[in-house]
Nanobody
Framework: VQLQASGGGLVQAGGSLRLSCTAS????????MGWHRQAPGMRRELVAA????????NYADSVKGRFTISRDNAKNTVYLRMNSLRPEDTAVHYC??????????????WGRGTEVTVSS
């Protein structure tokens, strides 16, 4: 599967963005989907993930209550709605996928990143 992310940009603190990731290939509905991010000088971290069926989600503590992951299997697309953005959310965000359901640790597929910059 190939992943194409979009929706990044520059936003002021407190603002919102929605990232989208469209997958090519077959059987999108069978993939666990997620978003990672990597800030300058920092390790890459899992931000949010969703099981193939959409019933199970996993969020980093730092984004709980602010970010929401969702998916539209008919459109082969996963979204990350980011509200109440903070300067520390500034990072390159990567869409990820894996065939193993609720696998949050090892991702088989990575898209190119989309950059999110939050100004103070």
């Amino acid at each position: 599967v190939q992943l194409q992310a979009s929706g990044g940009g520059l936003v002021q603190a407190g603002g919102s963005l929605r990232l989208s990731c469209t997958a090519s290939g077959r059987d999108f509905s069978r993939y666990t989907m997620g978003w990672h991010r990597q800030a300058p000088g920092m390790r890459r971290e899992l931000v949010a993930a969703m099981s193939s069926g959409g019933s199970i989600t996993n969020y980093a503590d730092s984004v709980k209550g602010r970010f929401t992951i969702s998916r539209d299997n008919a459109k082969n697309t996963v979204y990350l709605r980011m509200n109440s953005l903070r300067p520390e959310d500034t990072a390159v965000h990567y869409c990820v996928a894996d065939r193993r359901d609720t696998n949050w640790s090892n991702w088989g597929y990575w898209g190119r990143g989309t950059e999110v910059t939050v100004s103070s």
